[in-house]
């Protein structure tokens, strides 16, 4: 069976691609931005507010622990929030495209 030769250029240039492109680009690179300033909030607001971050807020716990422990969920908010995301816009486009392209 011959392999049938696809034309890369041709479809980075295609206007459904383009626009997939500049869509997932601009979400992670958002998503990106604000997930690494809230990491730095941590040290930098430990290191300018050491006594805000030592408030004791459950027995032994204090705020900083709670802030340190809210990126793991901040980190799994935007992973859920970017499949949610990906299944709605993303993939619908991609699925356009391939339509389109008839590569399916």
Do not use: C
């Not at 034309?7 to 690494?36: M, Q």
């Not at 799994?76 to 399916?104: F, G, P, Q």
């Amino acid at each position: 069976m011959a392999q049938q030769q696809t034309d890369w250029a041709a479809i980075a240039r295609n206007p459904k691609f383009v626009e997939l492109h500049r869509r997932k680009s601009a979400f992670l690179f958002g998503w990106w931005i604000a997930s690494t300033i809230y990491y730095f909030l941590l040290p930098i607001g430990a290191g300018a507010a050491p006594g805000l971050w030592s408030v004791k807020v459950i027995g032994h716990i204090n705020f900083g622990y709670l802030f340190a422990l809210s990126q793991f969920l901040v980190s799994w908010a935007i992973a859920l929030y970017y499949s949610a995301w990906a299944n709605n816009v993303s993939d619908r486009l991609t699925n356009e495209l391939l339509d389109e392209l008839k590569l399916r």
